[in-house]
């Protein structure tokens, strides 16, 4: 069992910046895929950016440039951060880590954009 625990959220007008967190437990979080999806409403969950055990990363579209993730296995935590926000971005985020015993999903938070 990986309980994950996202933070960051909240309120920024368009073209701010957000850095979202995502703390696991367990003590193989180095081995884990990490990602963040998200779901705005009436829309399906999507994938927003991911990042393997390795480093690699991979983004959605509509966020390269101007989102980054990235792990601190020291600390058994995720990070997402956002920039050049815009309206379109707002949506509930959650945090996803998939290992051997399965996968498993944060609560998530909420991101708005709106000036």
């Known amino acids: 069992q990986v309980q994950l625990v996202e933070s960051g959220g909240g309120l920024v007008q368009p073209g701010g910046s957000l850095r979202l967190s995502c703390a696991a437990s367990?003590?193989?979080?180095?081995?884990?895929?990490m990602a963040w999806y998200r779901q705005a409403p009436g829309k399906q969950r999507e994938l927003v950016a991911g990042?393997?055990?390795?480093?690699?990363?991979n983004y959605a579209d509509s966020v390269k440039g101007r989102y980054t993730i990235s792990r601190d296995n020291a600390k058994n935590t995720v990070y997402l951060q956002m920039n050049s926000l815009k309206p379109d971005d707002t949506a509930v985020y959650y945090c996803?880590?998939?290992?051997?015993?399965?996968?498993?999903w944060g609560q998530g938070t909420q991101v708005t954009v709106s000036s």
């Open positions: 990042i393997d055990s390795s480093g690699n990363t």
């Open positions: 367990g003590s193989s979080f180095r081995l884990y895929t």
């Open positions: 996803k880590a998939s290992t051997l015993s399965g996968a498993y």
